[in-house]
Each structure stands twice: as C-alpha cells, then as structure tokens.
C-alpha cells in the first residue's frame, strides 16, 4: 500500500514524464520532419528527435501543493515547484515529491497496559503537515513511516502512564499530551503535527462485562438508598397525621369515608368491610345512599 502511494505521488519513481514535455517532444519531432521534408535532409529529423527527448526528460510539472527536491551530481540544489521548470538529464536527478497538504496517519496500540494493568486496545488519528520540505527530504529518509512509528510509540508510552477511567473520560487530554510529544519529535524534520484524535479505546470482553454488573450494582445502590429515604420522610409524615388523628377521631372518620368513596369510585372494583368499621364510624346510612344513588 505505502509503495503503491510512493509511485503515484513521484512521477520519476513511477517512470512517468510531463505532459508538458511529451506535447513539446511531439513539437520537436514534427518541426523535425517538417524541415526535413522541406530541405530532404535528415540531419534536421535527427537534431529534432534528440531536442525532443531532451525535453520530454528535461521538462517537469509539479503540482500547487508539492515541493521536489533538485540533486546534481548527488550535490542539493533547491527545491523546485509549483509550476513547470526544468532539469539536466542524467546530470539532474529528483528526489520524492513532497505533499505539503495535511495528512492523516492511523496509528493503533493493541494489548496495552494502561497504569491500572488493564491491557486495552487504542486506536488513533494524527493530522500532520509537512511545513519544511527541505529538512523533510535532507534530515529523514521516509518521514511517512517515522510519523507512524513515532505514533505508535508515543500512544503506547502515553497508555501506560494513565488508568483507563482516564483514557475513557479524558481522551481529549490524551490526545493533546501525545500532540505535543510528537510535535517536540517532528519538528527538526520539518514536519509539525497539528493534533492527535482517540478515535476508539476497547477493553476486554470479559472485563467490560464485569464493569457492566459494578454499574448497575451502583445504579441498584443508589434506587434502594433513594427508596430508603422516601420511605424515611413517608413514616415521618405518616407520625404527624397519627398525631392529629389522635387528637381529632371525627378527622379519622372522615378520612376512613374518603378512602372507602374513592375505592368504590373505581369500576368494576368491589370492596369488603367489616361490619365493626361500618358501625365505628356510621357509614351504614352513607352506603344507602351511595347504593340509591348508583340505582337512579
């Protein structure tokens, strides 16, 4: 996969030639044949086909956001691009384009203990630019690969020294940590890493089930100690209204008749007193009416 990427971003490596020099080599050669035609001699072919094929090794294009680097006799001689410009055959050699746009390397830690000794799994996302291409082509021999092993092993150190209740609630913190680890790393290479994302941390199955049983035991806790206090400030009212029903038997009778009403209120439902209460609290005559009134 890297060296498929290589080869489309280097056209040299990838044996290509601009487009530029292939439509001026076309030209060379057909001025060529033309004067030749003219003037029947083949010197001008000739000297029209070796102007061509310099051209069409000497003519190269880069792209607005590449930079290349121009080698002469194995000597640097500057960058070169955006735009058209040309070289010395066989005297100039490119190095490997450089793409100055901002890059993404996906870097993972997989069975990695965090300082708790939990082994997890991290995956992350580094976002990179290339900002010198100069140091990044002189100083580092393939800068894609030294990002994405300076990543891993900076997650990996990072892992290791925070607890997973950390790395799960503070992933934005992790990350600015590793940015800033990387950036210090990268940055005499010409490179600058603009910011690291946690994509995803993944824990064990079986501890993972574990910590689901501790949160619903801590969620079933708490319902039971909010249930506890309900019950707590039910029976403290519960001891005012004794008091005041102690104070006040017709109160209590009234209350009894309420509760009596409102069941049977309810449809369909059928209620069975005790003969003692009825006569306790004279609700003989109020059951009569109660019954002539259902019946008209």
Same mark, same amino acid.
């Given at each position: 996969m890297y060296q &498929?990427?290589?080869?489309?971003?280097?056209?040299?490596a990838a044996g290509k030639v601009s487009?530029?020099?292939?439509?001026v080599f076309f030209l060379c050669v057909l001025t060529g044949a033309g004067t030749t035609a #003219? /003037?029947?001699?083949?010197?001008?072919?000739? &000297?029209?086909?070796?102007?061509?094929?310099?051209?069409?090794?000497?003519?190269?294009?880069?792209?607005?956001?590449?930079?290349? #680097?121009v080698l002469r006799f194995g000597r640097y001689r500057g960058l070169r691009g955006p735009g058209v410009f040309l070289i010395v055959p066989i005297v100039d050699t490119l190095s490997r384009y450089v793409d100055q746009r901002v890059r993404v390397t /996906?870097?993972?830690?997989?069975? /990695?203990?965090t300082r708790d000794t939990v082994p997890v799994n991290v995956d992350a996302i580094v976002f990179w630019l290339v900002w010198n291409a100069e140091k990044a082509i002189l100083e580092v021999?393939?800068?894609?690969?030294?990002? &994405?092993?300076s990543s891993q092993t900076a997650l990996r150190e990072?892992?290791?020294?925070?607890?997973l209740a950390q790395m799960i609630t503070e992933r934005e913190t992790l990350g600015r940590e590793l940015q800033k680890i990387l950036d210090e790393k990268t940055t005499p290479w010409g490179i600058t890493v603009q910011s690291v994302e946690i994509r995803d941390v993944r824990i064990p199955q079986a501890l993972e089930n574990a910590m689901s049983q501790q949160a619903q035991a801590e969620r079933e806790r708490q319902a039971r100690i909010i249930l506890g206090d309900a019950e707590v400030q039910v029976s403290v009212q519960f001891a005012k209204a004794s008091q005041m029903y102690a104070d006040n038997p017709v109160a209590l009778?009234?209350?009894?008749?309420?509760m009596l009403f409102e069941a049977m209120r309810e449809k369909g439902s059928m209620v069975v007193v005790p003969s003692s209460a009825i006569e306790t609290m004279g609700l003989g005559g /109020?059951? #009569?009416?109660?019954?002539?009134a259902k019946q008209q």
């Open positions: &498929a990427n290589l080869l489309r971003s280097n056209p040299i487009g530029v020099g292939l439509l #003219a /003037t029947k001699s083949l010197a001008y072919v000739l &000297a029209g086909a070796i102007l061509g094929v310099y051209f069409l090794l000497g003519i190269k294009v880069v792209d607005q956001w590449e930079r290349v #680097a /996906t870097v993972s830690a997989e069975s /990695t203990l021999e393939d800068f894609n690969e030294a990002i &994405a092993l990072s892992i290791g020294r925070h607890e009778h009234l209350r009894g008749m309420n /109020t059951l #009569a009416v109660s019954a002539m």
